[in-house]
């Protein structure tokens, strides 16, 4: 069963940053693809963003991102990020991995992010 751990999570003030990691317990190359979702309070999980094997970006067509969020992919370190920068308190939310192989996909346990003053 494929695990993914993600850790980068806390409490950071309005217009700071956080980075998020996912370390997959296979290599990453495995996975179709690798990303990022979110859920806020009173939303469903929505994507924010991921990327392919080929190393291509997609990111969510909301927009909520608008520049301030990135994923990268550390291949020596087997590892997924998200820099998370700009941050607005409605921003706060739990922050999960996904990874998907053909059909199947997987869900890390969550990182809160929490940005208050």
């Known amino acids: 069963q494929v695990q993914l751990v993600e850790s980068g999570g806390g409490l950071v003030q309005p217009g700071g940053s956080l980075r998020l990691s996912c370390l997959p317990s296979e290599s990453i190359y495995n996975f179709n693809s690798m990303g990022w979702y979110r859920q806020t309070p009173g939303k469903e999980r929505e994507l924010v963003a991921t990327?392919?094997?080929?190393?291509?970006?997609?990111?969510t067509d909301s927009d909520f991102v608008k520049g301030r969020f990135i994923p990268s992919r550390d291949d020596k370190k087997n590892t997924i990020y998200l820099q998370l920068d700009s941050l607005k308190p409605e921003d706060t939310g739990v922050y999960y991995c996904?990874?998907?192989?053909?059909?199947?996909?997987?869900w890390g346990q969550g990182t809160q992010v929490t940005v208050s003053s």
């Open positions: 990327i392919t094997l080929s190393g291509m970006i997609h990111y």
């Open positions: 996904n990874a998907r192989i053909l059909s199947k996909q997987y």
